[in-house]
């Protein structure tokens, strides 16, 4: 069974420029989230999917933005990047909630 | 707030030393806890989900287990390929989503 996929893998942007990311669940899950990780604050929750629905959203600015389509695959935008944007951003996908598989990552630098 | 600590922050152990990770946990209800295994520039890596005080779930080298208030991911004779960074994460029954909040990881460093 294939795991969670997301593209781009690397993606090098300058600032006040906007990006997409791209995230693939396990087939059968419905629940997709995203989370960002940097060395000084860990993985930190950035919103979570459900059957197209945004059911929940961390603390992130409004240029953090999201959708999920009918296939269960899911997006994130963020808008006019910043330097602090820089990070390693992962999709999670799951079932019930219970175990809750990571795709690789997509590693964005700003510069 | 849900909160998670991990400690130590590093560890630095020989092959075949034995020891213990910390998680020490606050969240208004558990709906689960769970551990991962990250190795350097790739994603988390699922180990464990744990419900309730007392369960125990082994994997090889690694054993978890759950009180009221904190976890132990314990690992037996380790070698160097146990070499990362462990996550403990926890879910809460009132969150209306499958949010995770995690701590900010053990790095381990098995030496030869």
């Known amino acids: 069974k294939a795991g969670v996929t997301q593209t781009p893998r690397y993606l090098i942007k300058t600032r006040g420029q906007q990006v997409t990311l791209s995230c693939s669940p396990i087939?059968?899950?419905?629940?997709v989230s995203w989370y960002q990780q940097t060395p000084g604050q860990g993985l930190q929750f950035l919103f979570e999917?459900?059957?197209?629905?945004?059911?929940n959203k961390g603390n992130f600015p409004g240029r953090f933005s999201g959708r999920q389509f009918s296939n269960s695959r899911s997006e994130m935008n963020v808008s006019t990047l910043e330097l602090g944007d820089s990070a390693l951003y992962l999709c999670?996908?799951?079932?019930?909630?219970?175990?809750?598989?990571f795709g690789p990552g997509t590693r964005l630098t700003v510069t | 707030e849900d909160q998670v600590t991990q400690s130590p922050e590093a560890l630095r152990l020989q092959e075949g030393e034995s020891s213990s990770l910390n998680c020490s946990y606050t969240?208004?209800?558990?709906?689960?806890l769970f551990w991962y295994r990250q190795d350097p520039g790739k994603g988390p890596e699922f180990l464990f989900t744990?419900?309730?005080a007392g369960e125990e779930k082994e994997k090889e080298r690694l054993k978890a287990t759950l009180t009221k208030k904190e976890s132990f991911l314990h690992i037996t004779a380790p070698k160097p390929e146990d070499s990362a960074t462990y996550l403990c994460?926890?879910?809460?029954?009132?969150?209306?989503?499958?949010?995770?909040?995690f701590g900010k990881g053990t790095k381990l460093s098995v030496i030869p």
């Open positions: 999670a996908s799951t079932i019930t909630g219970g175990e809750q598989y």
């Open positions: 087939s059968g899950h419905r629940s």
């Open positions: 999917y459900f059957s197209e629905t945004q059911r």
């Open positions: 969240v208004s209800g558990l709906r689960g």
């Open positions: 744990l419900y309730s």
């Open positions: 994460a926890v879910l809460d029954s009132g969150a209306g989503s499958y949010q995770l909040t």
